[in-house]
């Protein structure tokens, strides 16, 4: 495994304090902090601040310093939909090689979401759809697409935790997902868009509910 540099790990960490809700929409990122937390200096934390911000994940401001960045409803329904049709895409086109696809991992991910959810806990929902998102996406062979891919679920996760308060939204997610890999098991682009689309259906939906109208 090739080592990862100190800004690299930082970024990583930064990633998951900002999916876990540790760093809200809109909240102040302390580098001094940060550093102290991370046991490293200052350097490395303002160079994973660099990656963050080409990601859309934080935003920096003269005089304010660096921030999550706060999407707007508006905002995030904009990437949502490019996410969308680049997501639809990406199945319709499994569905045509399923035997490529590693359809037992997404099952067994899809099973580990099933009980987060009967738990309640929406950080762990939120940790393990990303999951299995990012596990679908692995699957596809043009990788400069599913970089993009990442770069854009990436840039949403802090709003997108919003949506899993709605348990309306969440208690369906598992099954929405069983359908979308049925769809590339049985080798059927179709039944694949109808499933994706059904899933970002009900996830524009519980966005409009729960998204803060103003960011």
């Not at 598992?174 to 179709?190: C, L, Q, R, V, Y």
């Amino acid at each position: 495994m090739p080592n990862t540099s100190l800004a690299d790990q930082a970024a990583n960490k930064i990633r998951i304090l900002i999916k876990e809700n540790k760093l809200r929409p809109g909240a102040h990122i302390n580098i001094d902090s940060l550093a102290k937390e991370f046991g490293i200096s200052q350097t490395p934390i303002r160079e994973a601040l660099k990656k963050l911000i080409a990601e859309g994940m934080a935003v920096y401001k003269p005089k304010a310093g660096y921030s999550v960045r706060n999407l707007s409803l508006h905002e995030y329904l904009q990437v949502f939909e490019i996410l969308q049709v680049m997501e639809t895409y990406l199945v319709k086109e499994l569905a045509k090689i399923p035997f490529i696809v590693d359809l037992v991992s997404l099952r067994e991910i899809n099973e580990e979401l099933r009980q987060s959810i009967s738990q309640g806990n929406r950080d762990l929902i939120g940790r393990i759809n990303d999951k299995f998102h990012k596990k679908l996406y692995e699957n596809y062979h043009n990788k400069l697409m599913v970089d993009r891919l990442y770069s854009l679920w990436n840039e949403m996760c802090s709003g997108r935790n919003l949506m899993y308060d709605n348990k309306i939204f969440t208690n369906r997610m598992a099954a929405e997902h069983e359908a979308i890999i049925s769809a590339i098991e049985n080798g059927d682009p179709k039944a694949a868009e109808e499933a994706i689309s059904a899933h970002y259906l009900s996830g524009r939906e519980s966005a409009i509910i729960y998204f803060p109208v103003e960011a």
